[in-house]
């Protein structure tokens, strides 16, 4: 075994471990400082790096916020909520699990989910990091749509269901009845999985309602 081959794992991991706090450093001073009012050179400062390796490991400003985005959306967590909702059998478990997955974001990103509402209307990068949370969100709830259909559980069509889904389930609903109206993240929770199965037409025992299934007779 070459020397470079059997040093190369532990470099990767090096390399990593510097990405990540690199990521770390920025999230931290973008949500105390703001976006527009961080520099580089701070972040190089705060993860004990050199301003060149948050370059070469990252990017710049606009990259950083990008991949803070994306790794959010990539958290294993949301993942696996994701695995298990679409697995479900029970339309009023798929819409409980979904709803789960999304207070599960909205709390533990909300300082990702406020620099883009911060930013996103005067930087570019901002908006384009934005703009690609909203479509990958948009994407995991039409799995949740398509999942709703194939149980027979939608009145409406499946873009009427992403449409209302990404309405309640929005990082600014959870902000609006948490920060704003002083609710906690379980009420909060409960009461938008009451109003988005009224919306959708699902009861609690993952039917369609009998006014529906009425007035569809």
């Not at 794992?9 to 999230?27: C, F, G, H, S, V």
């Not at 948050?54 to 991949?67: I, Q, T």
């Not at 993942?79 to 029970?90: F, I, L, M, S």
Request: charged letters at 25%; hydrophobic letters at 45%.
């Amino acid at each position: 075994m070459s020397s470079a081959s059997y040093h190369s794992p532990r470099r990767q991991e090096a390399a990593a471990q510097t990405r990540q706090a690199i990521l770390d450093a920025a999230r931290r001073l973008f949500a105390e400082r703001g976006y527009a009012a961080t520099t580089v050179q701070e972040i190089a400062v705060a993860a004990r790096v050199a301003p060149a390796t948050v370059y070469a490991s990252v990017g710049g400003k606009p990259r950083l916020l990008d991949e803070l985005v994306t790794s959010a959306a990539a958290d294993t967590r949301l993942q696996e909520a994701a695995d298990r909702v679409t697995a479900a059998e029970n339309p009023a478990e798929i819409l409980r699990g979904c709803v789960a997955a999304a207070r599960f974001g909205a709390q533990e990103y909300a300082d990702v989910f406020e620099l883009m509402l911060t930013t996103g209307r005067t930087d570019e990068g901002a908006a384009a990091a934005a703009a690609g949370a909203e479509q990958g969100f948009r994407g995991g709830l039409g799995l949740v749509a398509t999942r709703l259909q194939e149980l027979g559980a939608l009145a409406g069509s499946t873009d009427e269901a992403i449409d209302v889904l990404a309405y309640f389930l929005g990082y600014p609903s959870w902000r609006r009845l948490v920060d704003d109206f002083g609710w906690s993240y379980p009420a909060a929770e409960a009461w938008l999985v009451d109003r988005i199965a009224e919306a959708l037409r699902i009861d609690h025992r993952g039917n369609a309602s009998q006014a529906e299934a009425s007035g569809s007779a």
